[in-house]
């Protein structure tokens, strides 16, 4: 481990670090395409009225799009929902109930458990669905035009390297 006075020597040599190490990066990069893909959302002729007004008025959030992300065509259990998109069930279970309110899902009884319910897109939750692949794609085409193929393929590569090993995650003791 680094001693303190070097820790205060590379803060000394490196004043913005706070604001321009590696996560804060991802952290921008991440609003700024989930902005983007919203604003695409909320212009897209096939995503009803009612949805687009939400989105334009930005009540609809990158964390809304979690169900979005997340939930199967099938349909989805809450708890699988939540477990997915990494949030408690309670806080998925509010999304789940605005969403619900707004149209796009609903909640319909298990075929496979009279006691649990499954959470479906409806045929506005559907087109919101094409919506948002349609948006997630211009954006990744924007972002290429932005840096560059070879730039592109190289942060997905890392990128996706990145998040699927949880190895380096944990503390060294």
């Known amino acids: ?90 806080a998925m279970g509010d999304l789940v109930t605005q969403c619900e309110a707004w149209g796009l899902v609903q909640r319909l009884p298990d075929a496979r458990d009279a006691r649990a319910r499954r959470i479906v897109f409806t045929p506005d939750g559907l087109a919101w669905l094409k919506a948002f692949e349609m948006a997630v794609a211009q954006a990744e085409r924007e972002f290429r035009a932005e840096v560059g193929d070879d730039v592109a393929t190289v942060v997905m590569l890392g990128l996706e390297a990145y998040a699927s090993d949880d190895s380096g995650l944990e503390s060294e003791a």
């Open 1 to 90: 481990m680094p001693s303190p006075s070097t820790l205060a020597s590379h803060a000394e040599q490196h004043p913005d670090w706070r604001q321009a190490h590696l996560g804060r990066l991802l952290g921008h990069a991440m609003r700024r395409f989930d902005d983007r893909v919203l604003y695409l959302m909320a212009h897209h002729v096939e995503v009803p009225l009612a949805l687009s007004n939400l989105a334009a008025r930005r009540q609809v959030s990158a964390a809304h799009v979690h169900i979005t992300r997340h939930l199967a065509q099938s349909g989805s259990r809450l708890s699988e929902l939540a477990e997915r998109a990494g949030m408690t069930k309670q």
